[in-house]
């Protein structure tokens, strides 16, 4: 089977709130990949109230097999682009279960995410991938990723948000 005519075959959809149980699963599962299981603090009441509560801040798409079995999923939000003037999307996770890969799952999710792209006139498609973890830049180069080498990730988290708060001006309405 070609990568084309099994992307075909792949359903991709947006997850539900009874997708939760699935999301999670695979965010653990992730985790455990990236050697940071006890990192996850997540729960499926998180996942509901940010993902599908009144306000949601990022959107999740499921790949499933044939028979409906969620087999991963692709986490990503909106960004902005102050160069190019335009939306694109930030995928905070893409997974797909160890049973799956090869089947071009995380293909057919990445090619959905460009389409979301397409229809809403993004300018780009973003991602962090672990430095070791080869597999994954090599298919990401595949598909035609390019790395940023030239940048550095920055992050602030945990009680440094607090401090920082501390020092706001506030904000004028």
């Not at 799952?105 to 973890?133: F, M, P, T």
């Amino acid at each position: 089977m070609t990568e084309s005519s099994a992307v075909k075959k792949t359903a991709i959809r947006r997850a539900t709130i009874k997708d939760v149980p699935y999301i999670l699963g695979f965010i653990k599962e992730l985790a455990e990949y990236e050697h940071e299981p006890d990192k996850v603090l997540c729960t499926e009441e998180m996942l509901e109230k940010t993902i599908f509560g009144s306000v949601s801040y990022a959107k999740v798409l499921i790949a499933q097999t044939e028979e409906g079995i969620p087999a991963g999923f692709a986490l990503y939000f909106y960004n902005y682009s102050t160069w190019n003037g335009k939306p694109g999307i930030y995928l905070e996770d893409l997974y797909v279960q160890p049973k799956y890969r090869g089947s071009s799952y995380g293909s057919a999710l990445l090619y959905a995410l460009a389409q979301e792209l397409v229809d809403i006139d993004g300018g780009r498609l973003e991602w962090s991938v672990l430095k070791w973890n080869t597999p994954s830049i090599e298919f990401y180069k595949r598909l035609g990723a390019v790395p940023m080498d030239e940048w550095q990730t920055m992050r602030v988290d945990g009680t440094q948000i607090a401090e920082m708060a501390k020092r706001s001006p506030g904000i004028l309405e």
